[in-house]
Nanobody, 122 residues
């Protein structure tokens, strides 16, 4: 099994910064894509940013220029640097990873973390 553990959430004033971390552990041969999603109260979960095994990144338009995703391949960890935070960024942020358990497991299996709450006050 694989566990994803997020950290770094909290309460911050508008304009502030936070850095989220998500560490994967367990039966891991390699990890394909890693991503951050978020879910605000009453809203659907949405993709915020993703990073491939080759280091290619995607960032949602509404956070482009403020958020950046990065990855430490040796530590199986993904980060989300969030700057110039706005109240509308308030949400539970979830980590997602496509984990290959063995070399033959080409596409991997998707795992989710439990989420970390980010609250941005105005």
């Amino acid at each position: 099994q694989v566990q994803l553990v997020e950290s770094g959430g909290g309460l911050v004033q508008a304009g502030g910064s936070l850095r989220l971390s998500c560490a994967a552990s367990g039966r891991i041969f390699s990890i394909n894509d890693m991503a951050w999603y978020r879910q605000a109260p009453g809203e659907q979960r949405e993709l915020v940013a993703s990073i491939t095994s080759g280091g290619n990144t995607y960032v949602k338009d509404s956070v482009a220029g403020r958020f950046a995703i990065s990855r430490d391949f040796a530590r199986n960890t993904v980060y989300l640097q969030m700057n110039s935070l706005k109240p509308e960024d308030t949400a539970v942020y979830y980590c997602n990873a496509e984990v290959r358990a063995t070399m033959m497991d080409y596409y991997g299996q998707a795992y989710w973390g439990r989420g970390t709450l980010v609250t941005v006050s105005s």
